[in-house]
């Protein structure tokens, strides 16, 4: 297994957490908390980074032979 294999495993695990508390802060925000609901708002954003991270390190590669 090469490096960024396990750097993509480790990226999607911290996609799962983030994912996980992007959901608990919607909760809380649907509850009327606002704080919450900007708290979720920079989770989801991360989350949408660390998947485009993920598909950049786990799409094909290009080779020059």
Known sequence: MCSSDLIVGRLRGI?????DLAYDRLREAAGG???ARADE???????????RAIR??????DSWD
């Not at 950049?56 to 590669?61: E, F, H, S």
Request: without cysteine; hydrophobic residues 30%; aromatic residues 0%.
């Open 41 to 51: 708002r920079r989770v989801l954003q991360a989350r949408r980074a660390i998947e």
């Open 33 to 35: 908390d606002e704080e």
């Open 15 to 19: 996609e799962e957490e983030l994912r």
């Open 56 to 61: 950049v390190l786990d799409g094909p590669t």
